[in-house]
């Protein structure tokens, strides 16, 4: 299964800054060289989904860092396989001619918080992150006020897809 988000901005190659679009979404984080950073999509990717497949496994991504969203969404996808989840909307995602999407990490979500201004189009709602916490329960974010929580996989949250340059 595909998903396909509509909505595409022009992009500009030069002077990468937060709350600029380009390649795909909205510049939201840009690391210190200037050169890399992350895009999120600028609507969510569903109204809402479970952060599991219907089954309690361990998937063994606990790393909530910046850089881990991508490799830990290919792992929760590889352990959980088929399904709507909130992993792999964003995994199979294809959006603005871009299919690198992720969920995002603890820590990129949060950074995607800080800026919700400038991104733009977030619920007032929960949001899933990649890390789970345990067998049982999974890390989001309450974009609203800003606190993450760990809550039930099986609980529905918001997905914003992100992606890096």
Same mark, same amino acid.
């Given at each position: 299964?595909? &998903? ?8 500009s190659? !030069?002077?990468?800054? *937060?709350?600029?679009?380009? %390649?795909g979404g909205?510049? &939201? $984080? *840009?690391?210190? !060289? ?8 600028e ?5 809402t989904a479970q ?5 309690? *496994?361990?998937?063994?991504?606990f ?9 830990? !969404? /290919?792992?929760? *996808?590889?352990?959980?396989g088929?399904?709507i989840?909130?992993?792999?909307v ?8 871009y299919?690198?999407w &992720?969920?995002?990490? /603890?820590?990129?979500l949060?950074?995607l ?19 789970? $916490?345990? !067998? ?6 309450? &974009?609203?006020?800003?606190?993450q929580?760990y ?5 529905? %949250?918001c997905? =914003?897809a992100i =992606? %890096?340059?």
């Amino acid at each position: 299964m595909i &998903f396909s988000c509509k909505k595409e901005k022009s992009s500009s190659d !030069t002077d990468r800054v *937060v709350g600029q679009s380009y %390649a795909g979404g909205i510049i &939201f $984080y *840009v690391d210190g !060289t200037g050169q890399h950073g992350l895009i999120a999509a600028e609507s969510d990717c569903c109204d809402t989904a479970q952060w599991y497949n219907g089954s309690f *496994v361990t998937t063994n991504t606990f790393d909530g860092q910046i850089g881990k969203g991508q490799p830990n !969404t /290919k792992k929760i *996808v590889e352990v959980q396989g088929n399904g709507i989840y909130a992993a792999i909307v964003c995994d199979q995602l294809v959006l603005n001619g871009y299919s690198d999407w &992720f969920l995002p990490s /603890k820590d990129e979500l949060n950074l995607l918080y800080q800026q919700r201004n400038l991104v733009g189009g977030f619920a007032n709602d929960y949001y899933w992150s990649s890390p789970e $916490y345990d !067998t049982l329960r999974a890390w989001n974010q309450y &974009f609203p006020y800003g606190p993450q929580y760990y809550a039930n996989k099986s609980s529905k %949250a918001c997905v =914003r897809a992100i =992606r %890096a340059f």
